[in-house]
Nanobody, 116 residues
Framework: QVQLVESGGGFVQPGGSLRLSCATS????????VSWYRQTPGSEREWVAR???????QYRYPVMGRFTISRDNVNKSLALQMNSLKPEDTATYYC??????????WGQGIQVIVSS
């Protein structure tokens, strides 16, 4: 059974930091591209950051320089360090894994609220 479980969300004031984690099981994690997405009510889910299985990293422009994505192939997990958070970062964040042979999977989502 494939499971992706996010943790680390919550409430933070503008300028603060949070670290999201995603623990996976049931997949050959090292074969997957891994990503973080986010979604606000009434909006499309948007890609935030990605690490390919080869280690290439990409960020959505608004989070560049503030967010850092990482992966741990030994522990089959990924993380998103979020610094200098802004109110517009408020969203539900999802971890996502994709392998063109193995398919794709989503976590259940975790809420991040940035507010004073």
């Amino acid at each position: 059974q494939v499971q992706l479980v996010e943790s680390g969300g919550g409430f933070v004031q503008p300028g603060g930091s949070l670290r999201l984690s995603c623990a996976t099981s049931g997949i050959r994690f090292h074969m997957y591209d891994v990503s973080w997405y986010r979604q606000t009510p009434g909006s499309e889910r948007e890609w935030v950051a990605r690490i390919s299985l080869g280690g290439g990293i990409q960020y959505r422009y608004p989070v560049m320089g503030r967010f850092t994505i990482s992966r741990d192939n030994v522990n089959k997990s990924l993380a998103l360090q979020m610094n200098s958070l802004k109110p517009e970062d408020t969203a539900t964040y999802y971890c996502h894994v994709f392998w063109d042979t193995g398919g794709e999977y989503w976590g259940q989502g975790i809420q991040v609220i940035v507010s004073s």
